[in-house]
Nanobody, 124 residues
Framework: QVQLVESGGGVVQAGGSLRLSCVASGLTFSGYTMGWFRQAPGKEREFVAAISRGGGTIRYDDSVKSRFTISRDNAKNTVYLQMNNLNPDDTAVYYC?????????????????WGQGTQVTVSS
């Protein structure tokens, strides 16, 4: 049974930082692209960042490029999202997802497994 468990969310002031983690189990982690998506209240879930199996390919949404950094540790079955210079528009539930077939896809349709999400709230 595949499980993805996110942690690290919370409440932070604008300009602050948070580091999200997602620990995977029940799959061969190094064989999966990992992605981060988010869903703000009243909005559709959207792509944030993705990293290929070995970390050689990384993609970001333009809205987070230069502020967020995705990384992974295959020995720990964990993917991270370092978020700096947060602003209220970053407030959302953040989900990690795993995809075996594509290389750092931006499309949530390509991801087979999803976590339950972690709430990030940025106050102004």
């Amino acid at each position: 049974q595949v499980q993805l468990v996110e942690s690290g969310g919370g409440v932070v002031q604008a300009g602050g930082s948070l580091r999200l983690s997602c620990v995977a189990s029940g799959l061969t982690f190094s064989g999966y692209t990992m992605g981060w998506f988010r869903q703000a209240p009243g909005k559709e879930r959207e792509f944030v960042a993705a990293i290929s199996r070995g970390g050689g390919t990384i993609r970001y949404d333009d809205s987070v490029k230069s502020r967020f950094t995705i990384s992974r540790d295959n020995a720990k079955n964990t993917v991270y999202l370092q978020m700096n210079n947060l602003n209220p528009d970053d407030t959302a539930v953040y989900y990690c997802a795993a995809d075996r077939q594509y290389i750092a896809s931006r499309s949530q349709r390509d991801y087979e497994h999803w976590g339950q999400g972690t709430q990030v709230t940025v106050s102004s």
